[in-house]
């Protein structure tokens, strides 16, 4: 009931030729991929390029991250409607380097939640603990905070609109991924709380997970009944290994793993 969603974070990596040669080379591997959907974050410069190439293939774009107003004097920024200009239809919002290296607090994720949603576009909402939080037993707190702030304003008719992506922060770029057992416990309790905000919508809204998803890991962590598709990085990077994830429910084989 709920189509796995699988999504590239490209960070800042590929120019405009090389974005256009992943996504030429992964259309043609998905071409006749059912059930899944497939997602590319490229940085900014790709987008309007890509999308004229992806138009007429199944592959959807993401903004890697926006700014909460409409217009205006924010030097360096860019706006939703910018996004949707150039194709996007997701934008992942509150990235865990968004939060830690640019200064993202709770209550800016939320405004930029509700401006994405107001705008007709999907936010990817990332939530995650850092490994002092984990360590601390503070997990569930963290992710009750990071939750509660950014859906405040989302209203359950919007909520399906949502996709959120739960990213241990020391799993993320680490090559350390959360046992399947692990994520499995958090995205629970996301589901859990997304039940306590938005009832029973709460089984329609697809849950990523995110920190080092490889070929080799895919399959296992893809198993686990909340975890609803996967936000990756360094392994998005090449062609192969992504559309190695893409295809998560093949066990991995010996050259996957
Ligand atoms: C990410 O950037 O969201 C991420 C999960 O990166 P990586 O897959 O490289 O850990």
Same mark, same amino acid.
């Given at each position: 009931?709920?189509?796995?969603?699988?999504?590239?974070?490209? &960070?800042?990596?590929?120019?405009?030729?090389?974005?256009?040669?992943?996504? /030429?080379? %992964?259309?043609?591997?998905?071409?006749?991929?059912?059930?899944?959907?497939?997602?590319?974050?490229?940085?900014?410069?790709?987008?309007?390029?890509? &999308?004229?190439?992806?138009?007429?293939?199944?592959? /959807? %774009? +993401?903004?890697?991250?926006?700014? +909460?107003?409409?217009?205006?004097?924010?030097?360096?920024?860019?706006?939703?409607?910018?996004?949707?200009?150039? !194709?996007?239809?997701?934008?992942?919002?509150?990235?865990?380097?968004?939060?830690?290296?640019?200064? =993202?607090?709770?209550? #800016?994720? +939320?405004?930029?939640? +509700?401006?994405?949603?107001?705008?007709?576009?999907? $936010?990817? #909402?990332?939530?995650?603990?850092?490994?002092?939080?984990?360590?601390?037993?503070?997990?569930?707190?963290? %992710? /009750? =905070?990071?939750?509660?702030?950014?859906?405040?304003?989302?209203?359950?008719?919007?909520?399906?609109?949502?996709?959120?992506?739960? =990213?241990?922060?020391?799993?993320?770029?680490?090559? *350390?991924?959360?046992?399947?057992?692990?994520?499995?416990?958090?995205? &629970?309790?996301?589901?859990? *709380? #997304?039940? &306590?905000?938005?009832?029973?919508?709460?089984?329609?809204?697809?849950?990523?997970?995110?920190?080092?998803?490889? $070929?080799?890991?895919?399959?296992?962590?893809?198993?686990?009944?909340?975890?609803?598709?996967?936000?990756? !990085?360094?392994?998005?990077?090449? $062609? =192969?290994?992504?559309?190695?994830?893409?295809?998560?429910?093949? $066990?991995?084989?010996?050259?996957?793993?």
């Amino acid at each position: 009931m709920r189509v796995p969603i699988i999504a590239a974070n490209w &960070k800042m990596h590929k120019r405009v030729g090389e974005a256009l040669r992943f996504a /030429e080379q %992964l259309s043609v591997m998905i071409q006749d991929l059912e059930g899944v959907e497939v997602v590319l974050a490229p940085p900014f410069t790709a987008l309007g390029a890509l &999308k004229e190439a992806v138009a007429s293939t199944p592959i /959807e %774009l +993401a903004g890697q991250n926006v700014h +909460a107003e409409p217009e205006g004097a924010f030097t360096g920024e860019i706006s939703i409607s910018m996004l949707a200009d150039v !194709g996007c239809r997701y934008v992942i919002v509150g990235h865990s380097e968004r939060r830690q290296l640019f200064g =993202e607090t709770n209550e #800016l994720v +939320a405004r930029k939640v +509700a401006a994405v949603l107001k705008a007709g576009l999907r $936010p990817i #909402l990332c939530v995650g603990e850092t490994l002092e939080q984990r360590e601390a037993g503070r997990t569930f707190e963290v %992710l /009750e =905070e990071q939750l509660s702030t950014a859906l405040d304003g989302v209203a359950e008719t919007q909520a399906t609109e949502l996709v959120l992506a739960y =990213e241990p922060i020391w799993a993320i770029g680490t090559g *350390r991924t959360a046992t399947p057992e692990l994520a499995q416990e958090a995205h &629970k309790f996301v589901r859990e *709380r #997304l039940r &306590k905000g938005f009832g029973t919508t709460a089984d329609r809204i697809r849950i990523q997970y995110g920190g080092s998803v490889k $070929p080799s890991n895919a399959y296992s962590l893809m198993a686990q009944p909340d975890v609803d598709g996967a936000l990756v !990085g360094g392994a998005s990077l090449d $062609p =192969e290994s992504f559309y190695a994830i893409i295809q998560f429910d093949r $066990p991995p084989t010996e050259e996957t793993a």
